[in-house]
């Protein structure tokens, strides 16, 4: 059976998703950007009206959505701002490992406190000496009686500093290489664990990211996530089901930098006609379309697959790494096709440029794309 057609309920989402992006995103972006201001105001709206948590199943206060239809709200969100998008994915980037291997208490404890509550969950792995060689970390864990003990840092962390908990990987040795790796959750008011914006960022500037430092902090037995010594292979399965929506967020992108581009060619005019008249301008809208519905479909994909219990390793890094690269060439050629205009921020391209990148890098560069996709093909 074989179908390219979304369900009414999934054209409703969609819709209320780009509503909300239209309507509430779009006109303020550009103030969070500069101001970097993490936008607490619009997000709750966002939470209020539904378009947060949506994986979160319904005995936890969540929609209990699939992962396709937080695709679709994804796309339509980044199609207002990608910071904004980021700001909300991040969150289910540190719901994903409990979905995936919390226990009842965990999933009640932590999932529910974001349906009743609005705020966000935040997903450390990256530390200042590991980023794509992610096993290579140095947070350490020790068992101390009935408790853990955390140590270490952690760079680069979205909503390091507006989260209400962290999923931290931590080591109990480094010699133990990957084996020696689990995953903890540490409410962010634990004693010893602290926060700090990261500021001056390229691009998607009002999304939060933070340092967090762990000093001696204490953990029950119970806030280790999944069985020890399995975190590494949680961070990995996580990203699996998260990769897809990073390609989401490409296409949402994607999506504003070509009607952005098509209605500024019909108005444009040089040599007195529009410069849409122009096949060199026209080649270059076609191939935004032609890669736009490339990337749709590899992503939308992915998402079914993981919906049927059928995702792999490789659809989702074949959406985010072929997402990625397009996204950051095609908001190239909409800086080009808007000319000098393009070059400044009274223009929307230029920020679509600069969000575009970090798509690039985060959650497995698009290098690190390459090597797991090459890794699966070489692997017989
Ligand atoms: C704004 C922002 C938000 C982020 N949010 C989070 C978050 O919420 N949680 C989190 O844990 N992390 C987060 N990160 C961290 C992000 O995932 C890392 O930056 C990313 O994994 C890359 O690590 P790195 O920056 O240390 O680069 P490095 O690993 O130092 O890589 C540098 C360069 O070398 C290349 N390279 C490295 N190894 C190889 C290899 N084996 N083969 C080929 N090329 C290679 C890379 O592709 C890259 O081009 C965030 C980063 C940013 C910038």
């Given at each position: 059976m074989f179908s390219f057609s979304l369900s009414e309920e999934q054209r409703q989402l969609k819709q209320t998703a780009r509503d909300f992006a239209v309507a509430e995103i779009i006109p303020v972006a550009r103030h969070y950007d500069e101001a970097?201001?993490?936008?607490?105001?619009?997000?709750?709206?966002?939470?209020e009206i539904g378009l947060m948590n949506l994986e979160v199943p319904a005995e936890y206060g969540g929609l209990g959505l699939g992962i396709l239809d937080s695709i679709?709200?994804?796309?339509?969100?980044?199609?207002?701002?990608?910071?904004?998008?980021?700001?909300?994915?991040?969150s289910d980037l540190a719901t994903t490992p409990i979905l995936l291997a919390g226990s009842d208490e965990q999933k009640s404890r932590y999932l529910s406190w974001l349906t009743n509550e609005f705020t966000f969950g935040a997903y450390g792995l990256t530390e200042p000496g590991s980023g794509s060689d992610a096993a290579g970390l140095s947070t350490t864990y020790k068992e101390v009686g009935d408790?853990?003990?955390?140590?270490?840092?952690?760079?680069?962390?979205?909503?390091?500093?507006?989260?209400?908990?962290?999923?931290?990987?931590?080591?109990?040795?480094?010699e133990m290489g990957h084996a020696g790796i689990s995953c903890f959750i540490v409410p962010t008011d634990t004693a010893g664990l602290s926060t700090s914006k990261m500021k001056g960022k390229l691009g998607q500037r009002c999304s939060d990211t933070a340092e967090i430092v762990l000093e001696d902090v204490v953990v029950?037995?119970?806030?280790?996530?999944?069985?020890?010594?399995?975190?590494?292979?949680?961070?990995?399965?996580?990203?699996?089901?998260?990769?897809?929506?990073?390609?989401?967020?490409?296409?949402?992108?994607?999506?504003?930098?070509l009607d952005e581009c098509t209605r500024y060619?019909?108005?444009?005019?040089?040599f007195g006609q529009p410069i849409a008249n122009f096949q060199a301008v026209q080649f270059m809208l076609a191939d935004m379309a032609i890669e736009l519905e490339a990337m749709r479909l590899l992503t939308y994909k992915a998402g079914w697959?993981?919906?049927?219990?059928?995702g792999s390793t490789i659809v989702s890094s074949y959406a985010k790494a072929f997402g990625a690269d397009r996204a950051v060439q095609i908001a190239s050629d909409a800086i080009q096709i808007f000319g000098c205009y393009g070059y400044f921020s009274d223009y929307p391209v230029e920020k679509l440029f600069r969000d575009a990148k970090l798509i690039q890098i985060y959650e497995g560069t698009s290098q690190i794309q390459r090597v797991v996709i090459a890794r699966h093909l070489l692997s017989g």
């Open positions: 970097e201001e993490f936008p607490h105001d619009l997000l709750r709206k966002a939470w679709l709200v994804m796309e339509d969100i980044n199609y207002g701002c990608a910071g904004v998008g980021t700001s909300m994915a991040a408790e853990y003990v955390l140590n270490g840092v952690k760079h680069f962390i979205t909503n390091g500093t507006v989260a209400s908990w962290h999923i931290i990987f931590a080591t109990k040795s480094k029950p037995k119970s806030a280790m996530l999944g069985p020890e010594g399995s975190g590494f292979k949680l961070a990995m399965r996580t990203f699996d089901r998260t990769r897809p929506q990073i390609g989401a967020s490409c296409i949402g992108m994607t999506q504003r930098a060619a019909r108005e444009r005019k040089q697959l993981l919906d049927q219990g059928q």
